[in-house]
């Protein structure tokens, strides 16, 4: 004969998957609030890094700006104009640069995958 379980064993057993359950949840929501706080401080030192890259380009382009003028080599029309066409090329390329890596945002081995075990092709 096989042995009988006992309703109390089964019983005491779900008990401690639920709490076991119970402790993981906590764990997790109590990860997931440390990790969105840090979140949200790297997002708002990102920003004020930002703002003091802003303000130190443009710092650097008043003193090419006062350099250029104070040393008669150019005029301010020049000047300005030599500052503006040196954003331009750097807001164009970070857009280069964004674009080109806008293709890792295809997820392009997932759906290659996905699509071999859909259509029945081997997992490799």
Same mark, same amino acid.
């Given at each position: 004969?096989?042995?009988?379980?006992?309703?109390?064993? +089964?019983?005491?057993?779900?008990?401690?998957?639920?709490?076991?359950?119970?402790?993981?949840?906590?764990?997790?929501?109590?990860?997931?609030?440390?990790?969105?706080?840090?979140? @949200?401080?790297?997002?708002?030192?990102?920003?004020? #890094?930002?703002?003091?890259? &802003?303000?130190?380009?443009?710092?650097?382009?008043?003193?090419?700006?006062?350099?250029?003028? $104070?040393? /008669?080599? +150019?005029?301010?029309?020049? #000047?300005?104009? &030599? #500052?503006?066409?040196?954003?331009? @090329?750097?807001?164009?390329?970070?857009?280069?640069?964004?674009?080109?890596?806008?293709? $890792?945002?295809?997820?392009?081995?997932?759906?290659?995958?996905?699509? /071999?075990?859909?259509?029945?092709?081997?997992?490799?």
């Amino acid at each position: 004969m096989y042995p009988t379980t006992s309703t109390g064993s +089964v019983a005491s057993l779900m008990t401690s998957l639920r709490t076991l359950g119970e402790r993981f949840l906590a764990l997790l929501i109590l990860e997931c609030r440390q990790a969105g706080q840090s979140l @949200a401080w790297m997002v708002g030192l990102a920003l004020i #890094a930002g703002v003091l890259l &802003i303000t130190g380009w443009l710092a650097l382009l008043a003193c090419i700006v006062l350099l250029l003028v $104070h040393h /008669q080599i +150019v005029g301010w029309g020049w #000047a300005l104009a &030599i #500052a503006a066409l040196l954003s331009f @090329a750097g807001a164009g390329g970070l857009i280069f640069l964004a674009v080109r890596q806008s293709r $890792h945002l295809r997820f392009a081995v997932t759906l290659r995958q996905l699509k /071999q075990t859909f259509d029945g092709g081997s997992c490799a």
